[in-house]
């Protein structure tokens, strides 16, 4: 294969990636925890976009579960999220893992 060939094809590759990226920050997640009482929205550029917190979990004497809650929900949207990436990934990159990569 020609140098010029290969520069190439890694141009394309770099364009998918790229195009791919810009999909992926479209592309949304949510977890619900607590029986529906914090839900959290991410999209795959792990950006945080929504929480929204039901009333009735805002108590002032206890604020650590509120907390515990919150941080489960944005956790677990993380994962999803991360889940969303990797799967888009193995598609462009026809599930090689490359280091580095996400």
């Known amino acids: ?3 010029s060939a290969l ?3 890694a141009q394309q590759f770099q364009g998918r990636m790229q195009q791919m ?6 592309q949304q997640v949510t977890s619900t925890v607590g029986g529906g009482m914090v839900s959290v929205t991410v999209n795959g550029r792990h ?17 650590g579960m ?8 944005v956790n677990d949207a993380m994962g999803k999220a991360q ?4 799967h888009e990934t193995s598609k462009l990159t026809g ?8």
Do not use: T
């Open 1 to 3: 294969m020609d140098m």
């Open 7 to 9: 520069m190439q094809q």
């Open 21 to 26: 990226q810009e999909e992926l920050a479209k």
């Open 47 to 63: 950006q945080l976009l929504n929480i929204s917190i039901d009333r009735e979990v805002v108590n002032p004497d206890d604020v």
């Open 66 to 73: 509120l907390q515990d809650l919150v941080a489960a929900a």
């Open 83 to 86: 889940e969303m990436i990797q």
């Open 95 to 102: 599930g090689i893992k490359i280091p580095g990569m996400f």
